[in-house]
């Protein structure tokens, strides 16, 4: 049971270029998040996936795009990257508990836009 | 939107001491949960507590709801406690706010 699995874990961009950030869960969760950490801060939603087929933004949607494959993944896209989005980005699978949930993190994307 | 503010930014504690660190949150929550950032960044779970008390190890937290406060505590603190703790708050629906967190450092 690996949990929930990040790839890669480190990425260098040039300004413009693109890339997918992959997310992948095994605990049969339905719902996955994305986020990003800047340094010295919390962490900051970007969007979320309720279930497999939906997607919506969180809080700093702007510049990413994203993907509910099926139920176990869910990938983030940056279309033209800006050094704005340099961050560190955690996926997050859901466990729905009643009308409350518990999130598990994986191991996190340190990305660089140069 | 709900605000979260935990205290103290920073913490510096010789080992074997004891400390609470506070999340105050601004409105409602039908979901809280405290996680540690290990220095090597990774995120785990310590509590999920939308109320209540709960202990594990040296390690308990208390949330009273009704105040808009949580409470972890660290008893005996070891090095390995060392690492930002996140209080993350959720008002219904799935979107979860965070904390700017509490940064532990513990002396050998």
């Not at chain 1, 279309?79 to 191991?107: D, H, K, M, N, W």
């Not at chain 2, 913490?11 to 400390?19: D, K, M, P, T």
């Amino acid at each position: 049971n690996a949990g929930v699995t990040q790839t890669p874990k480190f990425q260098v961009l040039k300004t413009g270029q693109s890339m997918t950030l992959q997310c992948a869960q095994d605990m049969n969760h339905n719902s996955m998040y994305w986020y990003r950490q800047d340094p010295g801060m919390g962490l900051r939603l970007i969007y979320y996936s309720a279930s497999e087929g939906t997607t919506d933004k969180g809080e700093v949607p702007n510049g990413y795009n994203v993907s509910r494959l099926n139920k176990r993944e869910f990938s983030l896209r940056l279309e033209s990257a800006a050094p704005s989005q340099t961050s560190v980005y955690f996926c997050a699978s859901i466990r729905l508990a009643g009308s409350s949930y518990e999130q598990y993190f994986g191991p996190g994307t340190r990305l660089t836009v140069t | 939107g709900i605000q979260v503010e935990q205290s103290p930014p920073d913490l510096i504690l010789q080992e074997g001491a004891n400390s609470t660190l506070r999340c105050n949150f601004s409105d409602s929550v039908n979901n809280l949960q405290w996680f540690h950032q290990n220095p090597w960044g990774q995120l785990i779970n310590l509590f999920y507590i939308p109320s209540g008390t709960k202990q594990n190890g040296r390690l308990s937290a208390t949330t009273v709801a009704t105040e808009r406060y949580s409470l972890l505590y660290i008893s005996s603190s070891q090095t390995t406690d060392s690492g930002v703790y996140f209080c993350a708050v959720g008002t219904g629906g799935f979107k979860t706010i965070f904390g700017a967190g509490t940064r532990l450092f513990v002396k050998a």
